[in-house]
């Protein structure tokens, strides 16, 4: 009997013993389609964007179509793969009506990922477009409530001064969160019966700190131990209120990060120090708590960045920080753009951390890997 012989382009799927003809690739000329609509669009809603802010500002018409003419060319140099791919959708239209499956396939892929990311830059420029329309809507009042030239330039340096303050706050908590969170893991991780009392102290101020808004622990510290008139600690300045609720607060989810990295470690490391004859403590010391530390610096990142967004939260109990200072000059001028410049200092000092936790991540996993 004549073996029938079966292309696997072609048949690729059984229905039992029976194989059933390959399924077509996904039709790429619709996307590729879109991908020009997307281009002609933005081109036209750019050139919209420029008059419409050359007409509201007087005299910006050439550096409105200036702007207007760079967005253009860039989005001009998209209309390229934008072609590329409804020629790609029409070569996996032909290839596969002739019967040249794998080339239809490769065809129709390349026109989907060129579609794909014409469609992608044209989303940025459109949200690019968006905010520029924001800005300038309602006669431009968006504009001068936030990003008010005069006072922003009026309000800058005592703002900067002021944010000494949140900085000086931000690195002392930091300082104190380190110490008090590892003691905290420590203690919630003490071993054996005779440990029962202290995992149970340090497993309740966990849960309770981290179940109460960080807000709610500066106004009670704040305003409560000078009421409360307790020795020494009533006579501190709000800054170290501010310091001290802070460091309860995050302590309480940075001993949950240390806790997870000690738990990240071998418990075969543990016991061959042991066997070497090096007590608990040298063990935790020498050989946990180096390779534990080094495993949950980016969590710790994580959580020292959200602190010093939260120190802005330091203005209930009346401290002159970043924040507090921008109210002022808001009330006085009747406009918020001072407060901006607030928010422009923290994503100064962010940024650069949040692309550090970022390489320390992509570091720690090529380690993982053993690249």
Request: net charge positive.
């Amino acid at each position: 009997m004549e073996r029938e012989v079966i292309d696997a382009s072609t048949a690729s799927v059984t229905d039992g013993n029976r194989p059933t003809a390959a399924a077509p690739p996904r039709p790429a000329l619709p996307l590729a389609t879109a991908a020009v609509a997307a281009v002609a669009a933005t081109v036209t809603l750019t050139a919209a964007t420029a008059w419409s802010v050359s007409d509201i500002l007087p005299g910006s018409g050439l550096p409105a179509a200036t702007g207007a003419a760079v967005v253009t060319a860039a989005v001009l140099t998209l209309l390229r793969p934008a072609l590329r791919a409804v020629r790609s959708g029409r070569t996996a239209t032909a290839a596969w009506s002739r019967g040249r499956r794998a080339d239809a396939r490769r065809a129709a892929s390349e026109a989907r990922e060129d579609a794909r990311t014409v469609l992608g830059w044209c989303l940025s420029a459109l949200v690019l477009l968006g905010s520029v329309w924001f800005l300038f809507a309602n006669d431009r009042a968006v504009q001068r409530t936030f990003f008010d030239g005069e006072v922003m330039g009026v309000s800058f340096s005592d703002i900067t001064l002021a944010f000494g303050t949140n900085l000086f706050i931000a690195v002392i908590a930091q300082i104190l969160i380190l110490l008090w969170g590892l003691a905290l893991a420590l203690a919630r991780m003490a071993p054996g019966r005779a440990g029962r009392p202290l995992r149970l102290l340090a497993t309740t101020y966990i849960d309770a700190f981290r179940a109460v808004p960080a807000i709610i622990i500066i106004y009670l510290i704040g305003f409560g131990l000078p009421l409360a008139e307790v020795p020494f600690l009533s006579s501190l300045s709000p800054i170290w209120f501010a310091i001290l609720a802070l460091t309860l607060t995050y302590s309480a989810y940075v001993a949950e990060v240390f806790r997870a990295g000690i738990e990240s470690i071998a418990p075969g490391q543990s016991a061959a120090a042991r066997s070497l004859g090096l007590s608990q403590s040298a063990t935790l010391r020498h050989v946990v708590l180096p390779q534990a530390v080094r495993r949950v610096v980016p969590p710790l990142l994580n959580d020292f960045i959200s602190l010093q967004k939260d120190t802005a939260l330091v203005n209930v109990i009346g401290t002159i920080d970043a924040f507090n200072q921008s109210k002022i000059f808001a009330s006085n001028h009747f406009n918020l753009s001072s407060v901006t410049v607030v928010a422009v200092l923290f994503v100064l000092i962010t940024i650069p951390q949040a692309r550090l936790v970022d390489r320390l991540v992509i570091r720690e996993q090529r380690r993982g890997k053993g690249a």
